[in-house]
């Protein structure tokens, strides 16, 4: 530090260094910054702070979102944990849902903490001095002196080092600085004839069929009934063929894991406008592919235990088979793992408490009603407020394949809708939601004709429809704060929302159950066959 003032250092470029404690409601954010996630904006608390320095004077501390302000401190948790922190209530606006990790990045100063500033002196006030020197009628002319009262922060320490932490900021700074201008010093080499040409290339040098109603597509569980439906033909078959009984055991196995991919191939899933579902067309096949394989050897294999004199070649095919169905159970488990997503959005759509009414600002809840006042576009005559899917337009002439039936040429164009605000009517309550940029879920279903040969197949949110909109309020509004923080549910009408979530999440958990145990059936099988086999 140079001399100069009372409080600190003042360099001869009027620059000055002070400490002191900073004015504020103890443990509140004065001024700083927080952020969330690596590319989030930073949010300031307040541009200037006042500092009791440590003379007891009061100094204002202006430009503070200018300033280097250290430390930064860094939590990576889930945002429910994270919006109890200091400084947290300044990113709500980006805030994600409540379960999403996030990084929250804060450099903030708090009422209370000591405070080390390094600036440019902004304003001074003349003050009178102590003393002075007695006039003729014998009173004390006061001599004016000043005072810095205003400084302009460049480097700002917080915490019970920050003395220490402003020396060593200062001095990385002061490095820079003569590493900065050391090149400038330095010739520059002659640009060559493209850089000349493009100053923009030379700085980058440097280092989204049937007409009828809307029909419901979780009406059945297709999956879990033909699952049943083989494991007890396999368990009659253990009857019959009992020296089949490892294979038949190896075919119910691949039986439980149906169900998963199944419903990640018919189920909804969660969209946005723009987005593009991992497609799941190339591992469903496969899936078939590998456990009709795997099926057709099993049971060959549960034929031949009948006859001794076919045991060698039982236990090869047992083998292949076991083998084709590993193909089956890591598709089965592949399309468990791209669920994580709908099972985390479908619980945080069912743990989300009610909003209040009229929603409070910043809060995290859910409404429900019917879409109304929405942007909608018809589809096969629906009013849909958000509609994802095709239109199918057949042409040609109908031609006859080996069996005779006819069929035409057939072309689809995909098409998806979303409407950017709507209101969401609850009673007599209405409520506006800010559409943009929300992942919503529906299993209401169109499939229905448009005119000659053409025909709409599409999920939909229509007017019709019963709908949960979880989110956060803003000044009344529920709006997309951050990721997956919007979220649009919607069920077929006739359907209740609450209860088609209660069903979603059991037939998720029931889906990995199984297909887990399918898995360890099939592993424990595969296992035995190899160990038989290194037995003769």
Not at 144 to 149: E, F, N, Y
Not at 152 to 161: S, T
Not at 375 to 382: D, L, M, P, S
Not at 471 to 489: C, M, P, W, Y
Request: aromatic share 4%.
């Amino acid at each position: 530090m140079g001399a100069g003032d009372d409080a600190g250092g003042q360099a001869d470029d009027d620059s000055v260094e002070l400490t002191g404690t900073a004015l504020g409601r103890p443990g509140a954010p004065v001024a700083g910054w927080a952020r969330l996630g690596a590319k989030g904006e930073r949010r300031f608390v307040a541009g200037a702070l006042v500092l009791r320095t440590d003379d007891g004077r009061e100094v204002e501390i202006t430009e503070v979102g200018r300033a280097n302000i250290e430390p930064v401190a860094r939590h990576e948790q889930p945002w429910h944990t994270l919006e109890q922190l200091p400084g947290a209530s300044l990113c709500v606006a980006d805030a994600p849902a409540p379960d999403r990790e996030v990084e929250l990045a804060t450099a903030l100063v708090l009422g209370g903490q000591r405070v080390a500033v390094f600036g440019l002196v902004q304003r001074r006030d003349f003050v009178a001095a102590a003393t002075g020197a007695p006039t003729a009628a014998g009173a004390f002319r006061q001599p004016a002196a000043q005072q810095v009262s205003a400084v302009a922060a460049r480097l700002l320490a917080v915490g019970d080092d920050c003395e220490d932490r402003l020396g060593r900021m200062r001095a990385a700074e002061q490095r820079a600085a003569a590493k900065a201008a050391a090149r400038r010093a330095t010739p520059a080499a002659a640009p060559s004839s493209s850089a000349a040409r493009s100053p923009a290339g030379a700085a980058s040098a440097s280092p989204a069929r049937p007409d009828g109603p809307l029909r419901d597509r979780l009406q059945h569980n297709l999956g879990l009934l033909i699952m049943l439906g083989c494991v007890a033909v396999a368990g009659v078959l253990v009857v019959l063929l009992p020296r089949g009984r490892d294979a038949l055991l190896a075919m119910a196995a691949l039986a439980l894991t149906l169900p998963a991919v199944l419903d990640a191939l018919m189920l909804p899933r969660f969209r946005s406008l723009g987005g593009k579902p991992l497609s799941l067309e190339a591992p469903g096949v496969a899936y078939f592919i590998g456990v009709g394989l795997a099926l057709a050897m099993l049971l060959g294999v549960a034929q031949a235990g009948a006859r001794p004199q076919d045991l060698d070649r039982a236990r090869t095919m047992q083998l292949m088979g076991l083998f084709a169905g590993l193909v089956g159970v890591g598709v089965s488990l592949y399309c468990v793992a791209t669920g994580r997503q709908r099972r985390r959005l479908i619980k945080l759509l069912a743990d989300a408490p009610a909003h209040a009414s009229p929603p409070a600002d910043g809060a995290w809840g859910h409404l429900e009603g019917r879409m109304v006042q929405m942007k909608g576009t018809a589809v096969a005559g629906v009013q849909a407020g958000f509609a994802s899917g095709v239109r199918r337009t057949w042409w040609g002439t109908a031609t006859k394949d080996s069996t005779g039936a006819r069929h035409r040429n057939v072309s689809d164009s995909a098409f998806e809708h979303a409407t950017p605000s709507f209101q969401l009517e609850q009673g007599e309550q209405r409520v506006t939601v800010q559409a943009a940029g929300a992942l919503w879920w529906s299993s209401a279903h169109i499939d229905q004709s448009t005119g000659t040969d053409k025909a709409d197949i599409a999920d939909v949110i229509a007017a019709d429809c019963p709908l949960r909109v979880v989110a956060r309020a803003q000044g009344g509004v529920l709006i997309k704060t951050g990721e997956d923080s919007l979220l649009l549910f919607a069920v077929a009408p006739g359907r209740e929302v609450a209860a088609t979530l209660r069903q979603l999440r059991r037939r998720e958990q029931l889906g990995v159950a199984l297909a887990g145990l399918g898995a360890a059936g099939l592993l424990v099988q595969l296992v035995r066959a190899l160990v038989r086999a290194a037995q003769g």
